[in-house]
């Protein structure tokens, strides 16, 4: 009884790591989440000069105030179908943990939904898919009002390889 209790609250301890506010956001018909704390900004669709020999999701780099940031196409990253930008398509500013230290990337997304607050009994793991999915970048699904949002480690979207070819840029 006392291993199945501590089994409990480790799961418990899980979900409370995960809770707090996220920024929602769509990707087609899904809906998906970035811890608050990640966000830099939210910038309209702008201009992306393109980086020969990068991966077709890193759409290439913005000038943003006078800092270079690459931009990812979460879609494209996501195996997802390419979609027209709209007027709703924007670039979600996020910090990302680097091999060296934070690294500012730019996130295209289909549109921003809102921020929400999930507890963590909101939050569940998530759903092993077996060994051929990679799920790591997930941090959860979230369930409010009947909807599921993906949770996203944004630390862990690009692989250590992907990383250190966006740290070089």
């Known amino acids: 009884m006392g291993e199945a209790a501590n089994q409990v609250d480790q799961l418990n301890q899980t979900g ?21 704390l990640k966000i830099r900004e939210i910038i309209g669709m702008m201009q992306v000069t393109a980086v020969p020999h990068t991966p077709e999701y890193i759409k290439g780099v913005i000038n943003l105030r ?5 931009v990812m196409d979460l879609r494209l990253k996501f195996d997802m179908e390419v979609a027209e930008y709209t007027d709703r398509t924007c670039v979600i500013v996020v ?14 997304v289909d549109a921003v939904s809102e921020v929400l607050a999930f ?15 990679d799920t790591e970048f997930i941090l959860g699904m979230a369930k409010k009002e009947g909807e599921v ?15 250190a070819a966006i740290e070089n840029l």
């Not at 769509?26 to 989440?33: A, K, V």
């Not at 230290?101 to 996130?107: A, D, I, R, Y």
């Not at 949002?149 to 990383?163: A, S």
């Open 16 to 36: 409370a790591d995960k809770d707090g506010k996220y920024l929602t956001f769509s990707l087609g018909n899904e809906e998906y989440g970035i811890g608050i």
């Open 95 to 108: 910090d990302i943990e680097g091999r060296e230290g934070n690294v500012l990337m730019g996130v295209v």
């Open 119 to 133: 507890k963590a009994d909101e939050i569940e793991e998530t759903p092993a898919f077996g060994e051929s999915v």
């Open 149 to 163: 949002k993906i949770l996203l480690d944004i630390d862990k979207v690009l692989n250590q390889e992907e990383m």
């Open 66 to 70: 006078g800092k270079v940031i690459p």
